[in-house]
């Protein structure tokens, strides 16, 4: 095929009807991600008695499985250019059946570790090829095309934790587990058999090298937003991992408590549209500054929680502050940055992110061990999660811009 067939196949294939399908599929795909890896509060109770765990090493196995999940994910993104596209979603597929079969065997803490850090390597492989690649397929339509795709995070976390509580009434953890991750691995094998790159985007591929790099991580505005990118997601990693043991030592019915999380995602699926919209007419910066500030407030007063009605108050916040988030964040750094590269740019501010997740949960978990309560690890988180909002403002505000 020549260069200008290449072309016009690509030209073709934008906005297609194939297209649409990819984003269905990807939909599905981050449900049953976001669903096994961001429910993990909902199942960690049964994690830590089905494997005798201490609380330290539950929290643990969250920091170490989100670290992995976003270091993977955006490794993949800085050099996606230079894999073939299918096998990459068909071996995250073999992964993902790889760990659900793998959990009916271990036995120990180590066990547990290396089943989860399959988990994250596979999910954040097919994490990243989702949101690299839907955008290639898009071009008058790619805004509702990503604003759709990402509402399958949205999706897992409202509606998985009904998922793990219905299986909990009826199998043991590991059959739960077993059948959830399965599920996972089915949905990204079906999705591998249409899963490819639009015709002639080899035209277009990044070239991503040691130069390019350079380049980037030299930037100290680039570096500046990349610190506070993954600072302002702290919260929303300690939240997925123990918000339940949060709202339970409030008093707070566990029942209750383990569907909180699902609201947060409900919540968060309005907001990614709404932030959206509102942020094109607005500002994106400003918007999302004061909406990731909301979720810090009520970080917060999340340890004074005692009744329903305040509890979903709360959450509401943490929706808004969580989809906005979600929206907004490669709008603006694209913006600022440009979007040559885009899919390493994006690897790289998704690979920083892992600090923060395998960080934040175990200095939570720490201090309130030396504390006996919620209270001053989620005042420093708030504070944590206000500086990052700050640095990322400034680094990704324009070159001729004053201040924050």
């Given at each position: 095929?020549?260069?200008?067939?290449?072309?016009?196949?690509?030209?073709?294939?934008?906005?297609?009807?194939?297209?649409?399908?990819?984003?269905?599929?990807?939909?599905?795909?981050?449900?049953?991600?976001?669903?096994?890896?961001?429910?993990?509060?909902?199942?960690?109770?049964?994690?830590?008695?089905?494997?005798?765990?201490?609380?330290?090493?539950?929290?643990?196995?969250?920091?170490?499985?989100?670290?992995?999940?976003?270091?993977?994910?955006?490794?993949?993104?800085?050099?996606?250019?230079?894999?073939?596209?299918?096998?990459?979603?068909?071996?995250?597929?073999?992964?993902?059946?790889?760990?659900?079969?793998?959990?009916?065997?271990?036995?120990?803490?180590?066990?547990?570790?290396?089943?989860?850090?399959?988990?994250?390597?596979?999910?954040?492989?097919?994490?990243?090829?989702?949101?690299?690649?839907?955008?290639?397929?898009?071009?008058?339509?790619?805004?509702?095309?990503?604003?759709?795709?990402?509402?399958?995070?949205?999706?897992?976390?409202?509606?998985?934790?009904?998922?793990?509580?219905?299986?909990?009434?009826?199998?043991?953890?590991?059959?739960?587990?077993?059948?959830?991750?399965?599920?996972?691995?089915?949905?990204?094998?079906?999705?591998?058999?249409?899963?490819?790159?639009?015709?002639?985007?080899s035209i277009d591929a990044p070239d991503v090298d040691f130069k390019w790099l350079r380049w980037r991580v030299g930037d100290t505005r680039f570096l500046v937003a990349t610190v506070?990118?993954?600072?302002?997601?702290?919260?929303?990693?300690?939240?997925?991992?123990?918000?339940?043991?949060?709202?339970?030592?409030?008093?707070?019915?566990?029942?209750?408590?383990?569907?909180?999380?699902?609201?947060?995602?409900?919540?968060?699926?309005?907001?990614?549209?709404?932030?959206?919209?509102?942020?094109?007419?607005?500002?994106?910066?400003?918007?999302?500054?004061?909406?990731?500030?909301?979720?810090?407030?009520?970080?917060?007063?999340?340890?004074?929680?005692?009744?329903?009605?305040?509890?979903?108050?709360?959450?509401?916040?943490?929706?808004?502050?969580?989809?906005?988030?979600a929206a907004l964040w490669s709008p603006i750094v694209l913006g600022r940055f440009g979007t040559e590269n885009?899919?390493?740019?994006?690897?790289?501010?998704?690979?920083?992110?892992?600090?923060?997740?395998?960080?934040?949960?175990?200095?939570?978990?720490?201090?309130?061990?030396?504390?006996?309560?919620?209270?001053?690890?989620?005042?420093?988180?708030?504070?944590?999660?206000?500086?990052?909002?700050?640095?990322?403002?400034?680094?990704?505000?324009?070159?001729?811009?004053?201040?924050?």
């Open positions: 095929m020549t260069r200008t067939e290449e072309s016009t196949a690509r030209e073709e294939a934008l906005d297609s009807a194939q297209g649409w399908v990819l984003v269905a599929l990807g939909v599905c795909m981050l449900t049953t991600i976001w669903g096994t890896l961001f429910t993990f509060t909902v199942y960690a109770s049964r994690l830590s008695t089905a494997f005798g765990l201490s609380g330290l090493q539950v929290s643990s196995v969250f920091s170490i499985t989100t670290a992995v999940f976003l270091i993977s994910g955006g490794v993949f993104g800085v050099v996606a250019a230079r894999f073939p596209l299918r096998p990459v979603v068909v071996a995250a597929g073999v992964g993902l059946a790889t760990v659900a079969a793998g959990f009916q065997i271990v036995d120990s803490y180590v066990g547990v570790l290396a089943v989860f850090a399959l988990l994250g390597m596979t999910a954040g492989t097919a994490f990243i090829v989702v949101v690299s690649l839907i955008p290639q397929w898009f071009d008058a339509y790619e805004g509702s095309a990503m604003g759709i795709t990402l509402t399958g995070n949205g999706l897992g976390v409202l509606t998985f934790p009904f998922v793990w509580l219905w299986l909990f009434d009826r199998v043991d953890f590991r059959v739960a587990f077993a059948a959830v991750t399965g599920t996972a691995a089915l949905v990204v094998l079906v999705s591998s058999l249409v899963y490819r790159r639009p015709p002639g985007e506070g990118y993954a600072l302002l997601w702290a919260w929303y990693y300690v939240l997925s991992s123990q918000i339940v043991d949060i709202l339970t030592a409030n008093g707070i019915d566990a029942a209750v408590a383990a569907g909180a999380f699902g609201i947060v995602g409900g919540v968060s699926i309005v907001a990614r549209v709404g932030g959206g919209f509102i942020g094109d007419h607005v500002g994106q910066r400003d918007v999302f500054a004061a909406c990731v500030i909301l979720a810090a407030a009520c970080v917060v007063v999340l340890p004074a929680i005692g009744s329903r009605l305040s509890l979903y108050v709360v959450l509401v916040g943490f929706g808004i502050g969580n989809g906005t988030l885009a899919t390493a740019t994006v690897g790289l501010l998704n690979t920083a992110i892992a600090g923060s997740a395998f960080l934040a949960p175990l200095a939570v978990s720490a201090l309130r061990r030396i504390t006996g309560s919620y209270t001053a690890p989620l005042v420093s988180l708030s504070v944590i999660t206000v500086v990052g909002v700050a640095l990322f403002y400034w680094g990704t505000a324009s070159e001729h811009s004053v201040g924050i």
